[in-house]
């Protein structure tokens, strides 16, 4: 029987949700949902003084945001210790363990002979047994690491689903300490390290798929051999390369925004968000644009990218633009309007705010530019200098005083207000670029809007005869 496919994301709550892990997490969960097995959040939250409650919060709700719902979990590290410690006291009784009594200054001077004779750093296995050598003598007053007795001969290999068999000699990896000291004498197994815990919660989580980011590959080898000796199953691991910067360089802080939250901030919508991620490192054919359903139905583990993915921000302007303009105007106009709840400005969602997202939608890559386009209907614009003595020219100002007065008692309609328009250009004998410009600035803060006659059409009729008002 093939083993039930479960994936897991295990984010260390050391600070904001990062957009490779939001990578991983996607890849894992669509890997997951592909093969109707299971995804499953853990929490790595071990660095203690790093951890907080905030970035826990904050990768929940950058999870939910961005519906990458899981069946399991959040498990928490933290709450599992006592359960490291089960295993490694089996571990110390079965030999694949042993304490380690080396003082800091021990290993410095370790270190010091080895890079003095020209050898590479590494710990020397003195604590480690093996038939027949006599250990030395227990220290007093000093508390044991425990080390994870590593194979000496061989090699690990596996067969990454991303970069193909990779091989690493056992040489090539020393005694990894699996414990440090225990707070007092009566606790031998103090705090357990990442790596172990890593290896203890993929087995018992029934872990059959590890994809997670490449700055992970050196540990795998260890990690194999620990699973190795508690007799577990191994995962299939796939290390998916990192995102870069559009400098080549690890995308970090340093290019901008790197958090999913930010984005979200930002005005992106989350399937867009989803489906620029889901290209970073991973393609079908051509294929640009598609649905979580796509991507799920196409995600199968294969056409993982080998070398890393750029971060692109056009590209993903892009994408959101085509799924902000796919978005029915209705449900624009609720985020448009939550878009404004952040800035503390109420604006109703209704029919009229749908409308104004129909017109101005095309030029607008996120819902934060498209709040930015509609404030001209609910905050008052002021125009600037160089725009007014562009365009409200004295050759334009008797056109525009005219164009008023109509305006007080036509129809409000787009059909009467660009005939009004028409007419007083045709009166005043100048350009309907002239007057357009003139009536954009004065009424909208702005000289580029879509159709004036739609856009006036959207506005109170007393807002634009105040706005046209010059003396
Ligand atoms: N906590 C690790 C990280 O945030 C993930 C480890 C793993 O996926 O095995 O990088």
């Not at 020397?124 to 590593?150: M, Q, T």
Request: net charge negative; proline share 6%; with cysteine.
């Amino acid at each position: 029987m093939t083993r039930k496919v479960r994936t897991r994301i295990a984010p260390s709550p050391t600070g904001f949700l990062h957009l490779g892990t939001a990578r991983t997490a996607l890849f894992s969960w669509a890997y997951a949902r592909h093969h109707g097995g299971d995804f499953i959040l853990r929490v790595e939250d071990t660095d203690e003084a790093r951890s907080t409650q905030e970035a826990v919060d904050q990768i929940i709700a950058a999870m939910k945001w961005l519906n990458l719902d899981y069946d399991e979990g959040p498990f928490f590290q933290m709450q599992r210790i006592e359960r490291y410690r089960e295993v490694i006291g089996q571990m110390l009784v079965a030999g694949s363990a042993y304490p380690c009594y080396c003082t800091p200054a021990e290993l410095d001077a370790m270190r010091e002979a080895q890079r003095a004779r020209g050898d590479k750093p590494r710990y020397d296995g003195r604590w480690r047994p093996e038939s027949g050598k006599a250990l030395p003598v227990v220290p007093d007053g000093v508390k044991p690491v425990i080390r994870f007795r590593n194979p000496v001969d061989g090699v690990v290999t596996w067969d990454d689903m991303v970069k193909g068999p990779i091989t690493i000699s056992n040489g090539e990896l020393d005694d990894l300490i699996i414990a440090r000291p225990g707070a007092d004498a009566a606790t031998l197994i103090g705090t357990p390290t990442y790596n172990f815990c890593v290896v203890v919660d993929d087995w018992d989580m029934q872990i059959s798929h590890v994809i997670r980011g490449d700055d992970h590959v050196n540990n795998t080898p260890r990690q194999i051999n620990i699973l190795h000796a508690l007799g577990a199953e191994l995962p299939v691991y796939g290390h998916v390369p990192m995102i870069l910067g559009p400098d080549g360089d690890k995308l970090s802080k340093r290019h901008g925004a790197v958090s999913v939250t930010q984005y979200e901030d930002a005005g992106y919508l989350p399937e867009a968000m989803l489906n620029y991620l889901a290209r970073l490192g991973w393609s079908h054919g051509d294929d640009e644009l598609f649905s979580r359903e796509q991507l799920v139905s196409w995600f199968d583990g294969h056409h993982l990218a080998k070398s890393p993915a750029q971060w692109d921000v056009a590209k993903l302007n892009w994408v959101n633009g085509h799924y902000l303009k796919a978005l029915p105007d209705a449900s624009l106009a609720v985020q448009v309007s939550d878009r404004f709840a952040a800035r503390g400005i109420t604006v109703p969602v209704d029919d009229h705010l749908a409308r104004l997202c129909a017109l101005f939608k095309d030029r607008c890559a996120t819902t934060v530019e498209l709040a930015e386009w509609l404030a001209m209907y609910f905050l008052d614009v002021e125009p600037r200098d160089e725009d007014l003595s562009a365009h409200v020219t004295d050759a334009v100002k008797p056109a525009v005083q005219s164009l008023r007065e109509r305006l007080v008692d036509i129809e409000w309609s787009k059909p009467a207000i660009s005939a009004a328009i028409k007419e007083v250009i045709t009166a005043h004998g100048i350009k309907m670029p002239q007057l357009a410009h003139a009536v954009r600035v004065l009424v909208c803060g702005r000289a580029q809007t879509p159709s004036i006659d739609a856009v006036l059409e959207l506005f109170h009729r007393e807002v634009v005869i105040g706005r046209l008002q010059i003396e």
